[in-house]
């Protein structure tokens, strides 16, 4: 197939290599920023994926035209909030059939809109009918180094889902496929938000009693505000859910778990932030998730204190400690 990806990022770079590598032809748009031009210099991106070189059928660019010229699918992986700058730049180069899969990870402040929800409301008009997502635990870097991976790939029609899923996968990257975007979507978005609070465990130096417990209650909280959005059932347990809530609670190859042990640790957002080049989703859908249980009275105690650490300046161990001595409840409570 013809691919366009939209961001050179780690991820982005990752299933630009991985697509290529299993023979389509693709072209990766690449951000004009500084040191960007190392990419298309080098065929390298020295900056996000350093040590994976561009085969030849792996064409960085500038160019929207050029890198949506016949494309047949296109993969957006930029970062949620910044979805309504870019579409509007690649938007004149569309055509109405092609398919449409994003890769981010959040959801938009404000609007509390979904990735897809998002590219329908640009791409509706010009008649685009297939947007979906892949999701699922999922590190960039071993993707590139070709570690076995299994993610979840939706739309809202089977018969896509299925031609998507046969399209991308190989004997080292597997894709299961459903039908429940909105599901998939609140899993991949609400799981950075607990892998900070993760990492908070992890720089305060409490152990894996500590850590099990904020996993299984961070699925908790996924499911029950997921549910409320329209998810099934069954996609929590499943790979965008339970997987990839354990891959980025676990390692500090997440940029959240690792902005969260520094939050733990006792730094600020500000200093942090202010010595990492790559996006950590989960600061950002943090702000989110605070307006979702405004808005829908849903109970998300986790990424609650997650939002009041960040941006109220709150002590993570208090934040613990509230946490620990909230009013005792029955586990079969989901609502």
């Known amino acids: 197939m013809k691919i366009a990806v939209i961001g050179a ?14 023979g389509h032809r693709v072209r990766l748009w690449v951000y004009k920023e500084e040191g960007a031009e190392d990419i298309i210099n080098k065929r390298e991106n020295v900056i996000y994926l350093p040590g994976f070189p561009f085969p ?3 064409t960085p660019s500038f160019d929207f035209e050029f890198c949506l010229d016949e494309a047949e699918v296109v993969l957006t992986v930029v970062p949620t909030q910044v979805y309504r700058h870019v579409i509007p730049q690649f938007l004149p180069f569309v055509k109405k059939d092609m398919i449409f899969l994003s890769a981010s990870k959040g959801i938009e402040n404000n609007t509390l ?5 998002i590219l329908h409301e640009f791409l509706d008009p010009v008649g685009v009918e297939h947007i979906g997502v892949i999701s699922g635990p999922s590190f960039a870097k071993e993707v590139a180094k070709k570690y076995p991976t299994a993610v979840t790939v939706a739309f809202p029609d089977e018969e896509t889902a299925k031609e998507v899923q ?34 908070m465990v992890d720089g305060l130096g409490y152990g894996a009693n500590t850590r099990a417990a904020l996993i299984t209650r961070g699925l908790v909280e996924i499911t029950r505000i997921g549910l409320v959005l329209g998810g099934e059932p069954e996609t929590f347990p499943g790979l965008a859910g339970m997987g990839d809530l354990v891959l980025t609670c676990t390692s500090t190859l997440s940029r959240n778990f690792s902005v969260g042990r520094e939050l733990g640790k006792g730094k600020t957002i500000e200093e942090i932030m202010s010595h990492m080049r790559m996006v950590a989703e989960g600061v950002k859908t943090a702000i989110s998730v605070k307006q979702l249980v405004e808005k829908t009275g849903v109970e998300m105690p986790i990424s609650e204190k997650v939002y009041e650490i960040i941006y109220d300046k709150k002590d993570p161990k208090l934040g613990v400690k509230e946490l620990m001595t909230r009013s005792l409840k029955s586990e079969k409570e989901i609502f």
């Open 9 to 22: 990022g780690s991820w982005g770079t990752a299933l630009a290599l991985y697509l290529a590598d299993i």
């Open 56 to 58: 030849e059928n792996l």
């Open 113 to 117: 809109k979904r990735v897809t929800e």
């Open 166 to 199: 046969h399209a991308f996968a190989s004997e080292y990257f597997r894709l299961y496929r459903t039908t429940d975007v909105a599901g998939i979507e609140v899993c991949g978005a609400l799981k950075n938000v607990i892998a900070l609070a993760s990492g």
